[in-house]
Nanobody, 120 residues
Framework: VQLQASGGGLVQAGGSLRLSCAAS????????MGWYRQAPGKQRELVAV???????NYADSRKGRFTISRDNAKNTVDLQMNSLEPEDTAVYYC???????????????WGQGTQVTVSS
């Protein structure tokens, strides 16, 4: 099982970026999918998470600016980021709780990370 993230880059403050992440491999089911980020010198933190049923949860500072969505048929999760601020600069990681084929439990999988840099 692999998670492949894409869509990071350099943007000016106030701009927008859309991150995408696709899960592939021997997947039986995926429950929660989410995005986390890690800024230099800081711990990895939650950005947003979405359940298989579409329920969402956002870190407070991202509410109203970020929107998480997923396509269950394609095993993808996206993060639309608007009104970006320099404080949003970080490496963004996608995460998914995946039950593999022939497995009785879920495991947590991480994408490789994609850099988002917001200039002031």
């Amino acid at each position: 099982v692999q998670l492949q993230a894409s869509g990071g880059g350099l943007v000016q403050a106030g701009g927008s970026l859309r991150l995408s992440c696709a899960a592939s491999g021997s997947i039986f089911s995926i429950s929660d999918m989410g995005w986390y980020r890690q800024a230099p010198g800081k711990q990895r933190e939650l950005v947003a998470v979405i359940t298989s049923g579409g329920s969402t949860n956002y870190a407070d500072s991202r509410k109203g600016r970020f929107t998480i969505s997923r396509d269950n048929a394609k095993n993808t999760v996206d993060l639309q980021m608007n009104s970006l601020e320099p404080e949003d600069t970080a490496v963004y990681y996608c995460n998914a709780m995946i039950r593999r084929l022939w497995s009785a439990h879920e495991d947590s999988y991480w994408g490789q990370g994609t850099q988002v840099t917001v200039s002031s």
